[in-house]
């Protein structure tokens, strides 16, 4: 989270007033950014393998389900930042703002999920564990 919160705040700092291009690659690049921390993520909760938990083995496939998604969102919204057009800057950031409240969307659609798996999975460690790990 904190990769992808400093690359969020980062976009303001890349762009040029004016330049539909660079702000195109900046808002691509959160994108990217945001998958490849996810992807991260995965490696690490695979590489971890099953907590000591009942259904452990369960929980892992169930997490990485869970920031797949979110991973699938943010590829997604990476290919359609760089199919943006750039020859009207009204056009640009009508679709960039629609671009990233959709994301967004994705974004509180997977995080609710995780009360799913809260309510699947209860183990207090696990989730003491789990927060700590993600930072929030």
Sequence with gaps: LDEIQS???????KVTPGDIESA???IAD???TASDATQTL?????AGGAPDIEDGDQLVDDL?????????????????????????????QSEADQLTTT??????????SFTEIDQKYQSSELNSEI???CNF
């Design 103 to 112: 994301f967004q969307d994705e974004v509180n659609k997977v995080a609710d």
């Design 64 to 92: 990485i389900e869970k920031f797949q998604a979110f991973d699938d969102a943010a590829q997604k919204a990476k290919t359609e930042t760089e199919g943006l057009a750039s020859d009207d800057i009204s056009t640009f």
């Design 131 to 133: 927060k700590k790990a």
């Design 42 to 46: 995965i490696s690490e909760l695979e």
């Design 30 to 32: 959160l994108f990217g």
């Design 7 to 13: 690359a969020s705040g980062d976009v303001a700092s």
């Design 24 to 26: 195109k690659t900046a």
